[in-house]
């Protein structure tokens, strides 16, 4: 299932929000300062396509009209059988109102190596990711998580 919730933080600040589809969780907090970072991503304008949003996702028909497209949407890049693939972790109600409205939306994409420094899950699953990773030539380093 894919959905995304907030967690609370110490001291009553506001929730941590994260991202879960499958096995895997996102710290979404974390991948939005990663995808700050200006020198390395860039958001580039993109039709969203309403694919993007995976059919377990909680929709709030209220949130869809609310949502702020000034704000990019935000892809993790994940590996599965040696191949990479994207997934939407935030971003979800600005992508269904572009939809609606034929409006583009900014996205960014996380590199493997960052989405492997929000990502939490099974640790074979992890591992497995970043030895396909370096072996496609998509990790310069070790990640650690």
């Known amino acids: ?4 919730k907030g967690r609370p933080r110490d001291g009553g600040r506001r929730p941590v929000q994260v991202f879960t ?38 929709v709030n028909e209220e949130r869809i009209e609310e949502a702020d497209l000034s704000r990019p949407v935000l892809f993790a890049t994940l590996l599965t059988d040696g191949r990479p693939w994207r997934l939407l972790i935030d971003g979800n109600h600005r992508v269904l109102k572009a939809v609606r409205h034929g409006a583009q939306v900014e996205a ?3 590199d493997l190596a960052d ?6 899950g099974p640790a074979h699953l992890i591992e497995r990711m970043r030895r396909d990773g370096a072996q496609l030539r998509l990790l310069s380093e070790r990640v650690e998580a």
Request: glycine share 6%; hydrophobic share 40%; aromatic share 12%.
């Open 1 to 4: 299932m894919k959905r995304t």
């Open 115 to 120: 989405t492997l420094r929000v990502v939490q």
């Open 21 to 58: 589809c499958g096995p895997f969780t996102f710290h979404v907090d974390r991948a939005l300062a990663l995808a700050g970072n200006a020198e390395k991503y860039r958001p580039q304008k993109r039709w969203p396509n309403p694919a993007w949003v995976g059919p377990f996702i909680e």
């Open 108 to 110: 960014i994409q996380l």
